[in-house]
């Protein structure tokens, strides 16, 4: 006599566990930014830590970490961390002539308010703005310099101040290495000429005795 079917039957032999899963939906790790090779190099370097930041325009901000002091009868501190407020937003670049939608945290929105746009933002010639740019920020100011209207406007201030034309990128770093070397070679004629020559056997030999009295 055959069994009477059941669903009960039917799903006892079903394994419960559900099936391992063939990929992994953990996020993986966030390689460096890499300039394109007509792009002169960042002098601060892609960023070791918090590698999003190289994404957009952050203002140097980055993760803070620190406690949280409930205010209960424990009084305990909990661990905890701040991320910087980003958000996605259009801004108008007059050198480009387009909007660019770009990250960009409110802090370094408020810097471009006040520095009067966005081109005089990326083209501010301090330390402190040019670190603060990141590899996104290098890339886009090396974009505007390149634009007609600013090289117009370079070139009104150098016949202003009296400055000659600087050279291409890549014959201004072959004069440099030029010099670099002639330096090198200059020391090391120096050196070879101020270096005292070792005396041998027959420099000894003609030396004369010294005479000693007893």
């Known amino acids: 006599m055959a069994t009477p079917f059941s669903l009960s039957s039917a799903f006892r032999g079903l394994a419960l566990s559900a099936p391992k ?3 992994s939906t953990s996020p993986a790790c966030q390689s ?8 002169p190099a960042y002098p601060h370097g ?3 830590w918090y590698k999003q930041a190289d994404t957009g325009l952050y203002g140097g901000a980055m993760i803070r ?3 949280k002091i409930s205010d209960g009868r424990n009084k305990g501190k909990t661990r905890r961390s701040w991320k910087p407020n980003v958000r996605r937003q259009k801004v108008w670049s007059e050198a480009l002539g387009e909007h660019l939608r770009i990250k960009v945290t409110r802090e370094a929105m408020r810097t471009i308010y006040k520095e009067g746009g966005l ?3 990326l083209l501010s010639d301090k330390n402190g703005r040019i670190k603060d740019l990141g590899m996104f920020g290098w890339e886009l100011r090396y974009k505007v310099m390149q634009t007609p209207a600013i090289q117009e406007k370079f070139q009104k201030e150098r ?3 009296g400055l000659k034309d600087p050279l291409p990128f890549e014959e201004w770093i072959k004069t ?3 010099e670099i070397q002639a330096k ?3 020391r090391l004629n120096i050196e070879s000429i101020t270096k005292p020559r070792p005396k041998g056997k027959a420099d000894l030999q003609h030396q004369p005795h010294a005479e000693f009295t007893f």
Request: proline content about 7%; hydrophobic content about 25%; cysteine-free.
């Open 176 to 178: 440099k290495e030029d």
């Open 46 to 48: 892609p960023r070791q």
């Open 65 to 67: 970490f620190g406690n």
């Open 184 to 186: 090198v070679e200059e």
């Open 32 to 39: 460096n930014k890499k300039l394109p090779e007509h792009i």
């Open 21 to 23: 899963r063939a990929f």
């Open 159 to 161: 016949e202003r101040m």
């Open 119 to 121: 081109d005089n933002y």
